[in-house]
Each structure stands twice: as C-alpha cells, then as structure tokens.
C-alpha cells in the first residue's frame, strides 16, 4: 500500500507560480508511473501530467503545456508539478497518484493509489 500526501498548494494572483509536492510512503521511483490530476467545483476529474517510472517520459494535457513541469526526486520519493503564468481556470483541488502500469497514464482509471489533494487558487 502506497500512501501519497501532496503540499504546496495555496492563494496565487494570476500570472504566478506555485511548486506542488507529492510524498509517497516507499521507494516508488523504479515500480511507479506518477501522475497528477485536478477537479475544480462542479467539474469532472481532468489529467494535468505524468511521468513515467523508468525512462521519466513526461506528458501533459494541452491546457497546461508549457506552464507546468512535472519532475521527480528518486532519491526522496517525491514527485513536484512546477506551475508557472497560472491562470484563475486552473483553480482546483490537485491530486497526485500512483500506478504500476506505464501507460495510459491520462486516465485516472489507471491509478492504483491517490493522496487526498491539496487546493490551488488563482485569484484574477
């Protein structure tokens, strides 16, 4: 069982940055694919980015490429999502997850395991 707790999250103005951080309770570096999701209010759950476990291939949804980064520390078992220019549409509870597949990793139905989320607000 693999536990996940995102931080980083927080109050913005548009235009800024924000640098979220998923910890995970074990060695996920070489038997994980990461990834991170967000729902905002009344919305559906949307793909945001992934990265896999082994070669650490990135994908991203068009709606945040080239303004986030997704990265991963091997070393600490943490993934970050580097948000840059955030804009009020990506306000939203961000949640990082877990899988040990390395594909379809757009899918939340992929993911074995979820940390509980952490809430960004872009303020216009």
């Known amino acids: 069982q693999v536990q996940l707790v995102e931080s980083g999250g927080g109050l913005v103005q548009a235009g800024g940055s924000l640098r979220l951080s998923c910890a995970a309770s074990?060695?996920?570096?070489?038997?994980?694919?990461m990834g991170w999701f967000r729902q905002a209010p009344g919305k559906e759950r949307e793909f945001v980015a992934a990265?896999?476990?082994?070669?650490?291939?990135?994908s991203y949804a068009d709606s945040v490429k080239g303004r986030f980064t997704i990265s991963r520390d091997n070393a600490k078992n943490t993934v970050h999502l580097q948000m840059n220019s955030l804009k009020p549409e990506d306000t939203a509870v961000y949640s990082c997850?877990?899988?040990?597949?390395?594909?379809?990793?757009?899918?939340?139905?992929?993911?074995?395991?979820w940390g509980q989320g952490t809430q960004v607000t872009v303020s216009s």
């Open positions: 074990e060695r996920t570096s070489s038997n994980y694919a």
């Open positions: 990265i896999t476990a082994s070669s650490g291939r990135t």
């Open positions: 997850a877990a899988t040990v597949y390395g594909s379809r990793l757009a899918l939340a139905g992929t993911y074995d395991y």
